[in-house]
């Protein structure tokens, strides 16, 4: 059995449910609990509210708080002086991981984090979150945007501790007007720009929540590319002449119509940072509100970045170095400032230390949480980390490196005084032996804990969880033969095409968590003159003791067409990488009756009187009963 996904699955097979089910929250066996006086605790004080922005593929230069003289961002900065600027905050090189690290405390490379795509980017579904650990103790829970850490339940935002999700699942998104969303699983149509859109749900989130505490996760998708904006907020840069970054290396390789295209996309993100803290202020909610901003990697592209090596993907202080913005009035001091080196995964024990809510002795039996809080410093009972000698890891496809108070070390045996040479422009090993053979020693002391990623090992994804009502299978997680190809090299919202022959299969690895009866929806294009196509769609076992020999199968006709040129061109400031999308339109397979264990979801078109089948995008499962 998947080694990701198995102690869930051996708890759920075993019935091993706890009374808090109802809300969607697994108890399985090794998952820490709040204790009655904890929870009693939780109920009978007040608790301080929390929303948690994350920016993606915003670097630490984006900001005018941070030097860059080509924007301003006031209410970034605000967050900053009337709160606090943690000013050695580090995450991940890429998105995925950082999640993994924010969502648990933990490194990434412990819980099965690999890549970013396809299955790579799930976090072992026994690991415990901040959702869930803020949800335990009383708090409405909620996450709006890109969440990035796996789809199908038990990975999705609802099974991790979020009652409200709003947004979607995969890496990146190609269109950011009006595009096709999910909510809470049910796929649904998005409201103008999407920043935008996802602001306004989480202030309806917070008015909803009444006098509970919420946790609000804000996970937005901008800068990353495609490159798209609102018209207001590229006027002001479409023009504009950049100051480049002051490390020479880095300025030639400015690409400045994506850098200014960035920059506009910053700028949106302020303003809507300041549209939710007066939100907060307006209803009296701002004084007890936690207000956390921060990055998921270094800048997405070759711009102003305070003269640091490296960007996003790079294990270096421009690739890792995140802003870190924390405004608590009603503890943290106006204008404090935190130089302690600190990471994505201290956020959990820090967070929960200012809300109140116990998490040293709430740990997982042998997953102790890697981060360290630092609440004591933002409220100044303590102006430095008891580990004055901590050392933070971080690994990204071969490459590792250690960051201290002073130093920065990688794999490469490279060493730099970081304080004196945030560019990273002089190599110290030689100089500073000792140091650099203390550090090496730990960085491999590190690697050799966490072992190497299991990149290599089958990774099914997840079916008919009983708490599921909707499952998505889209093209991005499916295998696929003969004539079809990809719509782009990068598959989180790609979409499957030249479907021309019956001797082509598309098919999705997949383990049925539990048994039951599902209608499977197609979302699909067909023009007028190709419709008319006869497709099965069969769940077919792989020799398991825990299936049938006997395939479960639907057939169905495509009947209606669906008409939609690729949309997103039109929106985007720069040309895109990614692939463009459609306007998909669902028609109903029919039903099909799933069995427990490890299968082969398969689709196959038995006829195609025209020129193809259809383009497919998704596949959506809705159980019955």
Not at 21 to 30: E, F, P
Not at 364 to 376: N, Q
Not at 467 to 494: H, M, V
Request: include cysteine; hydrophobic fraction near 35%.
């Amino acid at each position: 059995m998947n080694r990701f996904i198995g102690l869930f699955i051996g708890a759920l097979r075993q019935r091993e449910w706890s009374s808090s089910m109802a809300a969607g929250t697994l108890m399985a066996t090794g998952f820490f609990l709040l204790g009655e006086a904890s929870m009693a605790a939780a109920e009978s004080s007040p608790r301080p509210n929390v929303v948690v922005i994350l920016a993606d593929d915003s670097g630490w230069g984006d900001l005018s708080l941070h030097g860059n003289p080509n924007l301003e961002t006031p209410h970034i900065d605000a967050l900053a002086k009337q709160g606090a600027h943690i000013e050695n905050f580090y995450v991940c090189a890429v998105c995925s991981p950082t999640r993994a690290e924010f969502l648990t405390g933990r490194y990434h490379n412990r819980m099965g984090v690999y890549s970013t795509s396809s299955g790579g980017e799930r976090f072992d579904a026994d690991e415990q979150t901040i959702g869930q650990l803020f949800q335990r103790a009383g708090y409405k829970t909620a996450a709006f945007g890109k969440w990035h850490s796996g789809m199908q339940w038990p990975y999705h935002p609802n099974a991790r501790g979020f009652e409200e999700f709003y947004g979607f699942c995969s890496g990146h998104w190609g269109h950011y007007f009006d595009p096709m969303l999910e909510h809470n699983g049910k796929i649904t149509s998005g409201k103008g720009f999407i920043i935008d859109d996802l602001t306004d749900h989480a202030i309806e989130f917070i008015d909803a929540a009444g006098e509970k505490p919420f946790f609000v996760y804000l996970p937005y998708n901008t800068p990353h590319s495609p490159m798209q904006v609102p018209q207001e907020y590229w006027d002001d840069f479409r023009s504009k002449d950049l100051t480049p970054d002051p490390k020479p290396e880095n300025a030639k390789r400015q690409d400045t119509p994506h850098a200014r295209a960035a920059l506009a996309m910053v700028k949106n993100i302020d303003d809507n940072v300041g549209r939710l803290v007066s939100h907060l202020e307006s209803t009296g909610k701002v004084s007890d509100t936690i207000v956390v901003y921060f990055s998921d990697n270094g800048p997405n592209g070759w711009r102003f970045n305070g003269g640091m090596k490296g960007r996003k993907g790079a294990t270096n202080e421009g690739g890792l170095r995140s802003p870190l913005m924390i405004r608590y009035p009603a503890k943290v001091t106006e204008g404090t400032h935190i130089s302690t080196v600190c990471g994505a995964i201290d956020l959990l024990p820090t967070l929960a230390d200012l809300a109140g809510i116990p998490w040293e002795q709430q740990q997982i039996e042998g997953k102790p949480v890697d981060g360290i809080s630092f609440a004591r410093e933002l409220t100044g009972s303590d102006r430095r980390l008891a580990a004055d000698d901590r050392i933070l890891f971080s690994r990204w496809k071969n490459r590792t490196t250690a960051r201290t108070q002073s130093y920065r070390i990688h794999s490469s045996g490279e060493l730099y005084d970081i304080e004196s040479d945030r560019g990273e422009s002089t190599d110290i090993a030689k100089t500073r032996p000792d140091i650099a053979a203390h550090l090496g020693k730990e960085l491999l002391r590190w690697q050799q804990s966490i072992g190497d990623p299991k990149t290599d090992e089958p990774r099914p994804f997840p079916i008919a969880h009983p708490d599921a009502t909707w499952t998505q299978l889209p093209a991005r997680d499916a295998t696929f033969n003969g004539s079809i190809k990809r719509s782009n090299r990068f598959p989180n919202c790609t979409y499957l095409h030249d479907w021309s022959d019956t001797e082509s299969r598309i098919e999705w690895d997949v383990d049925a968590l539990s048994a039951g009866r599902y209608e499977v929806q197609l979302y699909y294009v067909c023009p007028k003159e190709d419709v008319g196509a006869t497709l099965k769609l069969a769940l077919e076992s792989d020799g398991g003791a825990t299936t049938s020999n006997t395939a479960s199968s639907i057939t169905a006709k495509i009947e209606t067409p669906v008409e939609s040129p690729t949309i997103g061109a039109a929106e985007d400031r720069v040309e895109r990488m990614e692939g463009y999308v459609k306007r998909w339109k669902p028609m109903t397979l029919g039903t099909i009756d799933i069995r427990p264990g490890r299968q082969t979801l398969s689709l196959v078109a038995t006829e195609i009187p025209g020129s193809q089948a259809c383009e497919m995008r998704l596949l959506m499962l809705r159980k019955l009963d």
